[in-house]
């Protein structure tokens, strides 16, 4: 989903289309297996309990835990945001005219900035005309059928640096144009140029993807409901008001208004939570709810609870995330955030940003100079100014750079950015210390190499190991984004590495969560342990990713034990990754879990429902009961994952998986070929005929279908491997050996394709290259089980 500056997580406008993560998609296409669903929340009571946080830095030895305070007597709702402003007006003063306030505005002469006098814009092979009739502003262009026709403007998204336009379909349903004004240099652009997005593409205006109702507007509104009807498959949204108001961030007011007329008890004045507690992970994850990459659990969010009870935010994936963690896609600023220092020492969001203006708190270096000044002391009492050196921050000699000078500012080094949505600059905020020395190695982005390019680079890195050399303490702990390396490029070392890394105490929570996922690459005693440990670990993130890697790593039946305690946990994302990955053995191994395992999987089976727009959620639930034994549901939610998105191809693939399984072979084969067909390029509609033609004793004829899965998608571990296995049992061995070959090229760590390579060379009498191969894994983890 194109986005805008304080939008929702949605698809990036760079590569990925819908928000799909490991929660709203199944890994698995092979055999109808449950999918990793999105995680919901749950209300305790009539209303939301006003809560305390926990720290989640390395300050904090224990959970969180909620303390006893009176309760408000009645739900808080919403009010009028008119109410708030007679008390608040130097904060509605700073709101007003800011990106919050005109994040979304009805479309009409005052709001649009675009120019609609019967303008034409060509791009990515679709023509579209802007003007305006009557009172409307009016969009011709290739709708979901490619063919142009007359869309009405309905709203406006943001005001700088660009500005875009929510357009009415029918049904409720308003989709973001991909078209978008360009509010610096006045003119029309593309949100996503050269990428040839056509009717047919997933990130066209016209798709699921672009579906304002579920991707955008709950983060430009205040109190906004998608109220979707899935019988109708229509959308009532509604909400409180446009723009990012009062109530958006501190919750419903009418407790607060009933408190500021009677001066009650009422806790935190009558809001649900305190913006300005001590703790600043009560602000921090206030701001997450938009200001992250995650997937939304329900439709909308719990006042008063975790980010996690809401929202699933997603760790630093190497889909998202640069090695070292700085931003790669549309990832917003908590993410990059979560790993700094800054977090760690208690920063909030409002000590750099007004929150109410969203402009930054001092002009030039004036924000970090609050702490990082000559004196070497914090003006942010809640911050923990440990460590602080006193030095001239702002002087040459720090900065390196000629004051007034790009480079001199701390941003330009501290937080390096890109462009997104063509012409919106965001700056990372892990806040890192350049090193081209290490990015030039690593692969990673450098705010040095980003300015000094050729020559100039290789001048500059050789600068930077004379001031390291220099300034270097004699011992240097294991570096995350070093460790990673090794890790994600199977070198040797890399158990080991991954290991010393989950050692310590003060990673972040985030990169820990990361490397829970990297550790199924590296299965050991060690590894389990690990995995084991963190289930308990205080930061929910990290709990829900340990669940994942023990699921990785042990058996269903073996994983019971460790996993059952977690269905009590107090954040739900937690419960329910435990519940799903428990549900092979709920009818035998659970025991007295057995009750809150239930309770569980029936919040999971609620949550898809929650998101029943969605077509991946009607294929969770499709495969949900059929492992629950409800089969008789389970071709009509399959049905309805591709009414929901004609595109969604791993709902066809299940489908035609159960047809088949159903004596329905000409049935299934007749949709197969139909879709492949019209999607010729789509490498898993290839590969699922390539099976279903295997299945069938065709091995030959599948053949051609599984090359040219693993030739669109050659980074594809699952494509590359059984087109390996079927050349094997073909006796084309050594075609399967260069095909695993190539595989462990682009994907060193991949253990399947290792043990098989390894075999295949035994059997064709290729004892050396087995045995180097073998050498390899042992230097890479030679605690594996395989290697026994």
Not at 126 to 145: A, H, I, L, M
Not at 189 to 211: A, E
Not at 457 to 469: A, D, I, P, R, Y
Not at 489 to 503: C, F, K, M, S, V
């Amino acid at each position: 989903m194109p986005k805008h500056k304080n939008n929702a997580a949605t698809a990036t406008p760079d590569s990925q289309p819908p928000l799909i993560n490991r929660y709203l998609f199944p890994v698995t296409i092979g055999v109808l297996l449950l999918a990793v669903a999105g995680i919901g929340w749950f209300l305790f009571g009539s209303h939301p309990v006003p809560m305390t946080y926990a720290p989640v830095s390395k300050a904090t030895a224990e959970p969180a835990k909620t303390q006893p305070q009176p309760v408000a007597l009645a739900p808080a709702k919403m009010v009028d945001e008119q109410q708030c402003q007679g008390c608040h007006s130097a904060q509605v003063k700073d709101w007003q005219g800011s990106h919050h306030q005109l994040a979304m505005q009805p479309a009409n002469a005052d709001t649009l900035l675009g120019d609609f006098n019967n303008v034409t814009f060509k791009a990515e092979n679709e023509t579209t005309r802007f003007s305006r009739k009557d009172d409307g502003f009016w969009v011709n262009t290739p709708g979901s059928d490619g063919k142009n026709a007359d869309f009405k403007v309905a709203y406006t998204f943001g005001i700088a640096p660009l500005q875009q336009y929510l357009i009415e379909v029918g049904e409720g349903r308003l989709q973001a144009l991909g078209v978008a004004w360009d509010t610096e240099k006045h003119r029309w652009f593309h949100l996503y140029p050269g990428q040839g997005v056509t009717f047919k593409d997933p990130l066209h205006w016209s798709k699921p993807s672009q579906n304002a109702n579920f991707m955008c507007i709950e983060c430009h509104t205040t109190g906004f409901k998608r109220n979707f009807d899935a019988a109708k498959n229509t959308f009532d949204s509604q909400w409180n008001s446009l723009g990012v108001g009062c109530q958006a961030c501190h919750g419903p007011a009418s407790n607060h208004l009933e408190w500021t007329a009677k001066k009650t008890d009422l806790i935190h004045a009558g809001f649900a939570v305190d913006l300005k507690d001590k703790n600043a992970t009560v602000e921090i994850e206030t701001c997450a709810r938009c200001h992250s990459r995650r997937a939304p659990l329900d439709d909308g969010y719990t006042v008063g609870k975790r980010l996690m009870d809401d929202y699933l935010p997603s760790p630093l994936t190497r889909e998202l995330y640069a090695l070292d963690g700085k931003i790669k896609d549309e990832v917003f600023e908590h993410g990059s955030f979560a790993q700094s220092k800054m977090f760690d020492k208690g920063v909030r969001c409002s000590n750099c940003h007004n929150p109410h203006s969203t402009e930054l708190k001092a002009p030039g270096n004036g924000v970090c100079l609050q702490c990082h000044n000559s004196a070497g002391k914090t003006a942010v009492q809640t911050v923990d100014g440990k460590g602080l050196q006193a030095k001239n921050y702002d002087s040459i000699e720090h900065t390196r750079h000629t004051m007034g000078q790009p480079g001199s500012q701390c941003v330009d080094c501290h937080m390096p950015g890109k462009f997104y949505m063509g012409n919106d600059f965001r700056h990372d905020h892990s806040f890192s210390i350049p090193n081209p020395e290490r990015a030039a190695r690593l692969g990673t982005p450098d705010a040095c190499l980003t300015c000094h390019q050729g020559k100039a680079g290789e001048k500059v890195t050789e600068q930077f190991k004379l001031w390291n050399t220099a300034n270097a303490s004699p011992v240097q702990p294991p570096r995350y984004d070093e460790s990673l390396w090794l890790i994600r490029n199977g070198q040797p070392g890399a158990a080991q590495a991954l290991y010393e890394q989950l050692q310590r105490s003060n990673l972040p929570a985030i990169q820990r969560a990361t490397l829970l996922a990297e550790l199924p690459l590296y299965p050991s005693k060690q590894t389990l342990k690990l995995a084991t440990n963190d289930l308990s670990h205080p930061a929910p993130q990290v709990r829900e990713s340990a669940v994942h890697a023990i699921s990785a790593l042990l058996p269903p039946e073996e994983r019971a034990a460790l996993l059952s305690p977690l269905l009590g946990d107090p954040v739900k994302a937690v419960r329910i990754a435990a519940a799903r990955d428990l549900l092979s053995v709920a009818n035998s191994g659970l025991g007295n879990a057995l009750a809150s395992w239930e309770a569980a999987i029936a919040e999971y089976e609620n949550v898809q429902k929650s998101l029943a727009e969605r077509a991946e959620s009607n294929l969770n639930l499709a495969m949900l009961y059929q492992a629950s034994g409800r089969s008789d549901e389970v071709e009509g939610l399959l049905r309805t994952a591709l009414k929901r998105d004609p595109g969604f191809y791993p709902a066809l693939v299940t489908l035609v998986q159960w047809l088949e399984a159903k004596g329905r072979r000409q049935e299934a084969q007749a949709l197969l070929a139909q879709s492949l067909k019209e999607h010729p390029d789509a490498a898993l509609l290839q590969h699922t005929q390539g099976l279903s033609l295997v299945r069938a004793g065709q091995s030959a004829q599948a053949m051609p279908f599984l090359r040219k899965a693993a030739q669109l998608e050659p980074q594809s571990a699952q494509f590359g491997y059984v087109l390996a296995v079927a050349l094997h049992d073909s006796g084309k061995v050594d075609e399967a050996c260069a095909e695993l070959e190539r595989l462990l090229n682009v994907q060193p760590a991949n253990r399947n394709a290792r043990l098989a390579l390894i075999q295949y060379y035994l059997d064709s009498g290729h004892g050396p290259k087995a045995q180097v191969l073998l050498q390899g894994w042992k230097k890479m983890n030679m605690g594996d089980p395989a290697l026994k």
